[in-house]
């Protein structure tokens, strides 16, 4: 079946402009997290939707970056007035809850010139 | 909040086993998870210990011991392509990952 898709798989934006960035979940996954990803670096959490509740956003780390997630399925994170060091993977994932493996997608590379 | 501890980077020959350990402190435990993150791809999920214990799944066994926050991950028969990143990942009230630990199988 389909896994987690996310797009663009590449995206290059100069600093100042705002992004999107999309993720797909598998189907019937009421738990989705995004992470960032330096180079040689591990994964940063920045946000977690899990089913209605309110999202854990404890890893964004600026108010430059929100993330949404419409009908309990896609997701966009924004990240607004992008500066260079948001260079980096962003990571989506989707399980089917909280204590269950999670599902990654190929990420977006994102560089900021 | 959540404090994990597992070597950088590690060097095994094929054919041989290698032990990755991982330390970690958390507010609360529902769980451990260990990923494969092969460079420029996604990581994918290797096991899930929540009970104190040995999880053998093939070539690849996890062993998890609540009460001294401690986990292994142990490959066995090591292959070219094992040659990746295993992260640590315990679970309380979501997941959190390690940095990784970098594994280099030499011929």
């Known amino acids: 079946g389909a896994g987690v898709s996310q797009s663009p798989s590449n995206k290059v934006t100069e600093k100042g402009k705002d992004v999107e960035l999309r993720c797909d979940p598998i189907?019937?996954?009421?738990?989705l997290y995004w992470y960032r990803q330096s180079l040689g670096q591990g994964l940063e959490f920045l946000i977690y939707?899990?089913?209605?509740?309110?999202?854990?956003k404890s890893g964004l780390p600026s108010d430059r970056f929100s993330a949404e997630r419409t009908g309990g399925s896609v997701s966009t994170l924004t990240i607004q007035r992008t500066q260079q060091e948001d260079s980096a993977v962003y990571l989506c994932?989707?399980?089917?809850?909280?204590?269950?493996?999670?599902?990654f997608g190929p990420g977006t590379r994102l560089t900021v010139t | 909040g959540q404090n994990i501890d597992q070597p950088t980077e590690m060097t095994a020959t094929e054919g041989a086993i290698v032990q990755i350990n991982c330390t970690y402190q958390?507010?609360?435990?529902?769980?451990l998870f260990w990923y494969q993150q092969h460079a420029g791809e996604a990581p994918t999920f290797l096991s899930y210990?929540?009970?104190?214990g040995l999880e053998e799944k093939g070539r690849f066994s996890s062993f998890l011991s609540r009460s001294k926050g401690y986990s292994y991950l142990l490959l066995k028969e090591l292959q070219m392509k094992d040659s990746a990143s295993y992260l640590c990942?315990?679970?309380?009230?979501?997941?959190?990952f390690g940095t990784g630990t970098k594994l280099q199988v030499i011929p």
């Open positions: 939707f899990q089913g209605n509740s309110a999202p854990d």
């Open positions: 210990n929540v009970l104190d």
């Open positions: 958390t507010s609360g435990f529902n769980g």
């Open positions: 189907s019937g996954h009421t738990a």
């Open positions: 990942a315990p679970l309380d009230q979501k997941v959190t």
């Open positions: 994932a989707s399980s089917l809850g909280t204590g269950r493996e999670q599902y």
